[in-house]
């Protein structure tokens, strides 16, 4: 999505020194990007996630087809959400997943995100994830973590070779709560003009 960019004239005379605003690369500074910023986490994270999967399809030429979403239950803990985009080249996928406010969408008003914060969400509802990536005929599969310090950090893991469809599958673990997950689904979803396949039926008709 575009954002305007504000201009204006700013009165400098008088000026001894200047000095530019920065942010410090910090275990704090992680937490609140990634976790502080919502306020309903496991409803933000499933919609940033099928956000940014829309965003693919529409990228990829294929607005019109459902991504997958597995949503956790007793048996099969774990969130997850593949898409069927382009998939990302291992430079986009180790820049993408370890730089805040890094996005590829600002130019064009057929994508929703444009603050490159999305693929880090889930970082508020667990401390690790992973990634895996078909590009290319190859997946590569990364996992994004706190490491000791409590710094967020990006391995890779593996690739191999792969006739999958390009795209990329986020999955992470959940260990309770998974009627929360269904219920933000549905809210999430509601809304959405094509709406994912999942693993279980929902009900979009419920207030």
Known sequence: MKLESMQG????????????FSIENSPQAFNILANSLY?????????ELST????????????????????????????????????????????LYT?????????????IGCFGLGSKSPFAVTDSFTVESIFDGKKTVYTAFRDEDNFPKLAKLGVTET????????????NSNFSVYREEAIRVYKFFKVKPTTNMQLCYDLP
């Open 9 to 20: 004239n700013v009165e400098r005379s008088g000026v001894l020194v200047e000095t530019s």
């Open 99 to 111: 730089t805040f406010f890094k996005s590829t969408k600002r130019n064009s008003n057929n994508q």
């Open 163 to 174: 006739t999958e469809r390009t795209g990329v599958k986020i999955q992470f673990p959940v």
């Open 52 to 95: 940014n999967a829309v965003d693919e399809h529409i990228a990829n030429g294929i607005p019109d087809e459902p991504f997958e979403v597995h949503i956790p239950t007793i048996l099969e803990p774990y969130f997850s959400i593949r898409d069927f985009g382009r998939g990302l080249c291992e430079e986009d996928a180790i820049t």
């Open 39 to 47: 306020a309903h986490k496991e409803q933000s994270v499933i919609r």
